[in-house]
């Protein structure tokens, strides 16, 4: 929601997701941020963060529980 609202300011993908992972702090959530960091820098150590649509998918597969049934 606060991305739509300040579109004018996010309006790449790149700062939407560096938005976001500045957000990360703290335990797993800091450890998969470090992780997609590390993973997203090219032979140049430039990050290549990708498209903001699959940033979404992977940090919601990531945090979503494995067995959602048994969880509850």
Known sequence: MY???????YN???K????VLSLLKG???AAWKEAFYQDSINKDR???????KDF???FRTAF???D????A
């Open 46 to 52: 430039d990050p290549d963060y990708g498209k903001a």
């Open 12 to 14: 790449s993908d790149e």
């Open 3 to 9: 991305l739509k609202l300040n579109k004018e300011i």
């Open 64 to 66: 979503l529980p494995t």
């Open 27 to 29: 335990g797993t959530a």
């Open 56 to 58: 979404i998918v992977k």
């Open 16 to 19: 939407q997701i560096i938005f």
């Open 68 to 71: 959602a049934p048994g969880e």
